[in-house]
Nanobody, 126 residues
């Protein structure tokens, strides 16, 4: 059974950093891309960042709000996948989820992702 488990969320103050991690319980999708999304209460999911797999392992995508502050990476080139978040702002407060992409190349489209984790809460106070 495919499961994605996020961790590393918590409550921090503006300007602080957090590192989220995502672990997948099967090696079947080791070569697939993995994306990070966030969701505000009552809102649709919003793309944050994604990293490719296989021949796309060095390819990453970032949302405008994340570029320059957030970094997505893989441990040992495969797993876990991390989302390093620096200079956090109150508007970053959301539930952050990881998801397995449809193939090696990363994508920003949430409707293309095939498996999703339950998410981890990030709260940033002023």
């Amino acid at each position: 059974q495919v499961r994605l488990v996020e961790s590393g969320g918590g409550s921090v103050q503006a300007g602080d950093s957090l590192r989220l991690s995502c672990v997948v319980t099967t090696r079947t999708f080791d070569d697939n891309s993995l994306g990070w999304f966030r969701q505000f209460p009552g809102k649709d999911r919003e793309f944050v960042a994604a990293i490719g797999g296989g021949t796309y392992k060095d390819t990453s995508l970032y949302a405008d709000f994340a570029e320059g502050r957030f970094t997505v990476s893989r441990d040992n080139g495969v797993m876990p996948v991390y989302l390093q978040m620096n200079s956090l702002k109150p508007e970053d407060t959301a539930v952050y989820s990881c998801a397995i992409g449809p193939w090696r190349r990363p994508t920003t489209a949430d409707n293309e992702y095939i498996y999703w984790g339950q998410g981890t809460q990030v709260t940033v106070s002023s």
